[in-house]
């Protein structure tokens, strides 16, 4: 069981300089791509990048960012983590990442979702009311893209495509696409339906309670007469020297993200005893590389996963602290994770 695929995902959250200032959303975004270059360098197999339409956040156009980062990397895939295909246009993001793919030499891949922030919705025109029937649709036409032949298809959320070629192709003749699923037995349904590989996002409790949603992907695509391809997890967490760091330095700046967020969904703000319990028993990667490692591996091992993606920006972590993250995950981690692996394959 050593033949994990490991990445870093971010949303390109708005860090503090040193001196504790927050950067400017364009100096957010270089700071994403040095870590990326960084991440290549040390061997990480993909770096995801999440979109949104938010202050805190400066990533609104994940393909455009990998695009920069295909032309200072070699050999690192480039993912979305997710696309929200709901408030999107099908034919125009797989123009884009056929895009990403050409300029990378075929290391592009897009996560779909429909999106757990709703900022995109009324900014591109869409109505939340038809939040499921845009994603259904969508995520129709965009399979039958993934064929790259000409495409007939017609719904109620865009116009109709009458035996229409969509260009550029891609080199390979097929677009890596996954599907990413936040904890819905229907959109794991879905994901079967279409034979599109699973990103699970696991951002809170036990790893072992999404064992049952994998199990489901599995029968419905042997009832669907589809592929249940390996499946892959994302996570939060944040890598220092030692645990005590990593917890004190992660804690001011995860707190400030989420009772921003939990402000506009209704949560209580967080509890320290809250995150102590979640970097103990949940999906809280936080620690040195030793203490990381053991919990991605066993979270790997619980669930049989084929990829796992460490979310390591969270809320306005200083540059130097997110930096020395990816250098200690890449460098350390996962080393450590395949040879813990290795012992028990």
């Not at 695929?5 to 364009?26: M, W």
């Not at 990378?104 to 922030?117: D, H, K, Q, T």
């Not at 200083?318 to 995950?329: D, G």
């Amino acid at each position: 069981m050593t033949d994990i695929t490991f990445g870093l995902d971010t949303f390109g959250d708005v860090p503090q300089d040193d001196a504790g200032i927050p950067v400017s959303h364009a100096a957010a975004i270089r700071q994403v791509l040095d870590e990326a270059v960084l991440a290549d360098e040390l061997g990480v197999d993909v770096i995801a990048l999440g979109e949104h339409h938010r202050p805190e956040y400066s990533i609104s156009s994940p393909e455009t960012v990998l695009a920069g980062i295909a032309t200072r990397t070699s050999r690192i895939r480039l993912a979305s983590g997710v696309t929200v295909l709901s408030s999107d246009d099908p034919v125009r993001v797989f123009q884009r990442f056929a895009t990403v793919d050409a300029l990378s030499n075929g290391r592009a891949e897009v996560i779909l979702g429909r999106g757990s922030f709703t900022e995109s919705f009324p900014l591109f025109g869409y109505d939340l009311a038809d939040y499921d029937v845009l994603f259904e649709e969508k995520i129709e036409l965009f399979a039958k893209l993934l064929e790259e032949k000409p495409v007939t298809w017609s719904g109620t959320v865009r116009a109709p495509l009458d035996n229409a070629d969509v260009y550029p192709k891609t080199e390979s003749g097929r677009l890596t696409t996954w599907v990413g699923v936040g904890g819905s037995p229907q959109s794991v349904i879905r994901t079967a339906h279409y034979g599109l590989p699973l990103m699970l996002a696991i951002i809170g409790g036990a790893p072992d309670r999404f064992a049952p949603y994998i199990d489901l992907y599995k029968r419905a695509a042997d009832q669907f007469g589809t592929t249940a391809h390996p499946v892959g997890m994302h996570s939060p967490g944040f890598v220092a020297d030692t645990d005590e760091e990593a917890a004190e330095g992660f804690w001011p700046g995860y707190k400030t993200m989420r009772d921003r967020i939990g402000a506009t969904r209704g949560w209580p703000p967080i509890r320290r005893s809250e995150y102590d319990s979640e970097i103990a028993h949940g999906s809280l990667y936080i620690g040195s590389p030793e203490t990381v490692a053991r919990k991605i591996a066993g979270a790997v091992r619980t669930l049989g996963v084929a990829r796992f993606d460490l979310i390591y920006s969270v809320g306005p972590q200083p540059v130097s602290a997110r930096l020395k993250a990816v250098e200690l995950y890449g460098a350390k981690v996962i080393p450590m994770v395949r040879d813990l692996l290795s012992e028990r394959s």
